[in-house]
DNA sequence: CAGTGGTCTAGACCACGCA
DNA sequence: GCGTGGTCTAGACCACTGT
């Protein structure tokens, strides 16, 4: 009698995701019930919970209770993105941060701010612009506007010296948070800002963060040109 | 004898993460063992092992065999992007999807793109371009290199009916994929393409496929003036 | 070596959602 | 209702890694 040796729930994962690979299984098809499965290989059914949830995560299946396991129909590609504090960045690469704070000052929330923050009713918002340095260049200017109800702590910080996005993030952790990538022709300003020619392409990098409901902050991050996001992994 | 309601793991991550945030664990500092938490919690350990992983996952704590848990020193915004199929991203959009072929044929490999996919050698590569259509309007301009010797079958499609991309997600499912956002200046060409003006600012997604280490597919995709991309959640 | 997280099990119950 | 995935438990053993 040979033993088998024990399957861990990666194998058992990609054994099911091989089967779909192969078509045994197809896009929409129902797989069997997880019991089954673990029947079929000889473990526990939290094991094949494991794996499936994995595949689910992953994009490659979609299930519900009662309904069972399907195999995706619309097949994506689906990646993490790690935005760092930008001074980790920069450090990180090993070049030399810098800070500079452009403007900071009270104003009546534009509609296209209050929208993308979710406010129901327009209030004064603080908007801070600054300059990140990478080895004495300009690498990123942040255009950012910050709920003073959510976050009153942010009128006592001396924002000459340190960076409204750094304080944030280790003060006030958010409990949402959504990323839109875009590109943009620079503005005769920001080029300006950025030391480079009107009409470059920026990749402008655009975050809202709230706690709960209640918005926190709304941050334009104008990439300098060269400026590259990859996927964790 | 009160019965105190059966804590989820959810409960557990919550209060964990309560108690990062609020500083009762501070960045860089190590949290109990796993099985004291769960004394703590009065649940089992594989709660809290679920907890963990959860904050692990998102980036809020780090965990080692034998070095326990510690709150990340380095807090990072992480975020997931699903990058559809583009036909069923037009479609969703209740749009017109359309397709057009623009050329296709083999090259020697260029030494960026040969990098990029890791190759060893410089081989014979097969290159296509495309412009996908949303309501008859260039949507995206893609640009890709394709390996005959991962993918012979490629050889045999008729890619002026069916998307490279659409075939090879169906037909060649990838084991690992590099994904990189970024802005360019459209030239001449691209802006033709997409009927644009010259020098407008394109968000570019560069992807990068391989099954185990053998290269698939290089594929550079300019979007159309406007494009954004969205984080899931 | 020994401590800690990672995995696996067998079983129980829960909760969602289709019929 | 009832079938299916989701969660929880208590316990065991494994595997990595710091000391």
Not at 152 to 158: F, K, N, R, S
């Given at each position: 009698m040979t033993r088998e040796p024990r399957l861990s729930w990666k194998e058992v994962r990609d054994q099911i995701k091989t089967s779909i690979l192969d078509r045994t299984?197809?896009?929409g098809d129902k797989l069997p019930r997880d019991a089954d499965i673990a029947d079929q290989f000889g473990c526990a059914r939290s094991t094949v919970q494991r794996a499936m949830r994995d595949l689910s995560d992953a994009g490659l299946v979609e299930r519900k209770r009662k309904g069972g396991t399907r195999v995706r129909v619309d097949p994506v590609t689906r990646a993490t993105v790690d935005i760092p504090i930008t001074r980790r960045e920069v450090e990180k690469r090993g070049s030399v941060y810098g800070y500079h704070l452009i403007d900071r000052g009270f104003f009546k929330t534009p509609p296209e701010i209050a929208g993308k923050l979710e406010l129901p009713q327009a209030t004064e918002i603080l908007r801070v612009r600054a300059l990140h340095l990478a080895d004495h260049k300009p690498h990123i200017y942040e255009d950012r506007w910050i709920c003073p109800d959510t976050v009153?702590?942010?009128?006592?910080?001396?924002l000459s010296r340190e960076s409204a996005n750094e304080w944030l993030v280790m003060n006030k952790p958010y409990t949402r948070c959504d990323l839109r990538f875009y590109a943009i022709s620079a503005t005769e300003d920001t080029a300006a800002t950025l030391d480079i020619k009107t009409g470059s392409a920026l990749l402008v990098i655009e975050r809202t963060t709230w706690i709960g409901t209640a918005p926190i902050t709304l941050v334009k991050a104008y990439t300098a040109p060269g400026y590259e996001l990859l996927t964790s992994n």
């Open positions: 299984y197809s896009p009153p702590g942010i009128l006592e910080v001396d």
